[in-house]
């Protein structure tokens, strides 16, 4: 109960911290009004971050919210490019609509300079797993080559993925990512696709 609990406060945290920062601005965003926000205590706030810059790398927390929401809104019947489309539609939508370009460069920087903790390239995270999930069973139904391996498969999904929210970031989100995605990602998985 402890743990659970635990993930409950942190993840109050990280979500009051991203409406806020979205809201706000990360720069005008205090540690104060995030505690007060997510209804937990500063010592909280301390436990589970060293400070605000902390959070940038809790993105992937949020995006793994997401996508576990998502998961249950899955079609079974849908093959395994109509899976990943969805996913990834719905969270290019997420993006625009919540998370500033701004941010998501920041997270990017971070990255770039090992200045955070970010994890999204944890292969335990929620989004790994669900997309291994939908590559492993494209493969078992025979919707999949399979002269490409799921991982390298997953990996370059990812890699895709990424490389559209950079650019979008670098173009300061002059157009909409999600019509951008739906456009060139459905080619780029169709050569996963077996003849």
């Known amino acids: 109960m402890t743990s659970k609990n635990s993930k409950s406060t942190k993840g109050r945290i990280i979500s009051s911290a991203w409406e806020l920062f979205y809201e706000q601005g990360y720069d005008a965003t205090t540690v104060d009004e995030i505690v007060e926000l997510s209804e937990t205590s500063k010592g909280s706030f301390y436990h589970y971050f060293k400070g605000k810059d902390a959070l940038l790398g ?12 998502l998961k249950t809104r899955l079609d079974p019947a849908d093959d395994f490019i109509d899976q990943l489309m969805f996913l990834n539609h719905e969270l290019f939508v997420m993006i625009e609509d919540s998370i500033s370009v701004d941010l998501l460069s920041r997270l990017f920087a ?16 929620t989004y790994y797993k669900i997309i291994r999930a939908i590559v492993k069973n494209g493969l078992a139904k025979g ?9 390298e498969i997953c990996k370059a999904y990812a890699v895709m993925e990424r490389g559209m929210m950079y650019d979008w970031c670098i173009c300061s989100g002059s157009y909409s990512l999600a019509q951008y995605s739906n456009r060139v990602l459905r080619e780029f998985l169709e050569n996963y696709r077996l003849t």
Do not use: G, T
């Not at 809790?58 to 929401?69: A, I, R, T």
């Not at 994890?119 to 995270?125: C, G, P, S, T, Y």
């Not at 919707?143 to 991982?151: A, E, F, I, M, T």
């Open 58 to 69: 809790s993105l992937s927390f949020v995006f793994d919210e997401k996508y576990d929401e």
């Open 110 to 125: 971070a990255q770039l300079l090992n200045k955070s903790d970010s994890n999204l390239l944890d292969q335990d995270r």
């Open 143 to 151: 919707d999949l080559r399979d002269d490409v391996s799921v991982n």
